[in-house]
Structures are given as C-alpha cells and as structure tokens.
C-alpha cells in the first residue's frame, strides 16, 4: 500500500472531524474535556477551513486515512512561525513510520522557526517528537518546559531550513 502525506482538501476534513474524535478520545485520560450531549468533542475546524494562517494535513494508507497534523502560527513561546497544534495517527498504522513520515512532511511543509509541544505525561509522544525533530534539525533544537500560561508542558524549538 502506498503511503500519501498531503495539504488536506476540502473533502477530506469529514476525516478530519473523525480523527479528531478518536484523537481527542484517545488522549482523554490525559487530556481532561467533556464531550457534549451526543458524546462528540466537535473540535473546531472552522479556522483550518477559513483562515490561510493554518494548515490541515492528512496521511493515507491507500484510501484509507491513517492521521492528522494540524500546524497553527506559533503561540506559545515565539512570536512567529509554527506550531504543531495537534498530531494524531490512527492506532491501527502506529509504530510503522507513518508518525516519522508525517510529521517531517508537515515541518518540512512550513520552514522557518518552530514549536512543538508535548504534555508532561505523554511520554511516547516526547520519545516521538525528541527523535523525530532531532532527525531534521540534526540535532540543532532547545528544549524548554514551560509551566505557566494557557499551555503547559516541555516543548522544542527548532528552525527548518527552506528546500534547496
Ligand atoms: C505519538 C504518535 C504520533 C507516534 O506515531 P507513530 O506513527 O506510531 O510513530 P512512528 O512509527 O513514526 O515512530 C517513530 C519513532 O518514535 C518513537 N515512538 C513512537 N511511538 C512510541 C511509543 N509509543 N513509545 C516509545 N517510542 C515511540 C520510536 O522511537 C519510533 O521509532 P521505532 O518504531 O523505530 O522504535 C502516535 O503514537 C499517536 O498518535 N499517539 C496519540 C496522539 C499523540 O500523543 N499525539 C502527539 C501529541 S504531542
């Protein structure tokens, strides 16, 4: 099965709306949120449709969608750039390189200055994002822990280069 990384297109955000419901139930007994009365998250996609600012971006396996990177202006410790807002793949397709795959196409997708950030008690993503970020800066990025504001947890930054 090929593997498609791609900007997502207007037919693909029904998708999107799916997997973020499984991401957002997923992540719940780490991520404390109530689901409304039909038991959906419902997470927000309005400004990923509207707004040139952010940017959606799908994996497929074949037809079959297999995760989701949400990347946003840069909001928690720099003033410009990016901001990984959120980063999901289906449990099915983990551990196989589509994480690694989709995360080095969004990045590389957005070059300039970074952030990315991971909550204290996610460990796997930490061990994900440390490797994964290690490998397209060549180990060039700082690490912070930030433990006051809106957003708290240990995040990277890091530039991406433009492509030759
Ligand atoms: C974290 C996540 C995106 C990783 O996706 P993935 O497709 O499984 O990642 P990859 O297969 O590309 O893994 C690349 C490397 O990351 C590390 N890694 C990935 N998952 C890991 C885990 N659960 N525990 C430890 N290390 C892990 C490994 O070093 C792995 O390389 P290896 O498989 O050769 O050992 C996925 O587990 C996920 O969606 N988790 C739930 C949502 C989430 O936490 N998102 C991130 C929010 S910051």
Redesign the pocket.
Known sequence: MTLELRKARAEDFPALQQMLEF?QY??SDIWLQDADTEARYGYSLERYRLDERFHAHVALVGSQYA?LALVSPAVVTLKEGSWMEQ???LKR?????????LALHSLKSHPGPWEV??MPS?V??Q???R??ISEQTCGEYVEVQVTEGWWQGHLQQFHVQTAA
């Open positions: 991401y997923d992540l995760g980063f999901f793949v397709y983990r551990r196989t390189g589509i994480g690694r795959a950030g991971q996610n796997a993503a061990v994900f994002w490797k994964v």
